[in-house]
């Protein structure tokens, strides 16, 4: 197995009826990672993993839509340690410069792991490497490599983030899209459809997911957006989606 990435959440600011906010399920067979923990994340992630089972996970920002279930997961810790289904504390990779940082501390049950932008390590022969985006709040997009294939995970950002070089080859991009194309300009702390697709053009992406939607307009017409200014492959992020990389 090379990487496998679920969808456990979608949508921007709150969940729509039964879905869930930012969080995405990150497997290789060496561990089962957490990219975002958003709302409702935790109900969809033990559909497929055990609290026992879960190594790591990487925080793309503080906002609530990609941590609300944190402090949950850290009630899980507790009890998967209590219960001896887990012998190790959680590690939670996050953004130190963060003031909420201290947060990702909890007794023996979990603990933050500070990393900041430029950073790069390997965990179990996943590299992970980390730049910050322009967001109104500490945001760092994500590099999955492992098995010579390539994963971008961009959590928010707006389109002055450079970026490109930071994607350079990725064989997936899941990128936000919070906007639609005709709001182009007007943002500077999301994407929309059209920019998020020409950095994946000028980064040579191979395939693109559009995830982090907006709760106005018709969704369908984001990849169809996104298809005039990016040549690969688009999706719209469905939950429970599986994606071979
Ligand atoms: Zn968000
Ligand atoms: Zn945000």
């Known amino acids: 197995m090379k990487m496998k990435l679920t969808i456990l959440g979608r949508w921007g600011a709150y969940p729509e009826a039964g879905e869930s906010t930012a969080g995405y399920l990150l497997q290789t067979d060496r561990g089962n990672y957490l990219l975002d923990c958003g709302s409702g994340v935790l109900s969809k992630a033990w559909q497929y993993i055990t609290p026992g089972e879960l190594k790591g996970v990487f925080l793309s920002h503080f906002h609530q839509d990609h ?21 190790d504390r959680l590690k939670i990779y996050a953004n130190k410069k963060e003031p909420h940082f201290p947060e990702l501390f909890y007794d023996e049950y979990t603990a933050g792991i500070g990393v900041e932008s430029g950073d790069s390590l390997e965990i179990d022969g996943l590299r992970v490497s980390f730049q910050e985006t322009v967001h109104d709040g500490y945001n760092l997009a ?85 298809s005039r200014y990016f040549s690969g492959a688009v999706r719209l992020a469905e939950i429970g989606d599986i994606h071979q990389i």
Request: charged fraction near 25%; hydrophobic fraction near 40%; charge should be negative.
């Open 142 to 226: 994500m590099r999955f490599e492992y098995g010579g294939k390539v994963l971008i995970y961009t959590g928010d950002m707006g389109p002055k983030s450079e970026l490109t070089d930071f994607c350079r080859g990725a064989d997936l991009l899941l990128g936000e899209t919070s906007l639609f194309e005709e709001e182009s300009g007007m943002v500077e702390t999301h994407m929309t459809t059209k920019e998020l697709a020409l950095l994946a053009e000028k980064a040579q992406a191979k395939n693109l997911i559009l995830t982090h939607f907006p709760h106005k307009g018709d969704l369908n017409r984001m990849p169809r957006e996104a």
């Open 67 to 87: 941590k609300a279930d944190l402090g949950c997961l850290q009630y899980a810790m507790k009890f998967a340690l209590v219960f001896g289904w887990r012998q």
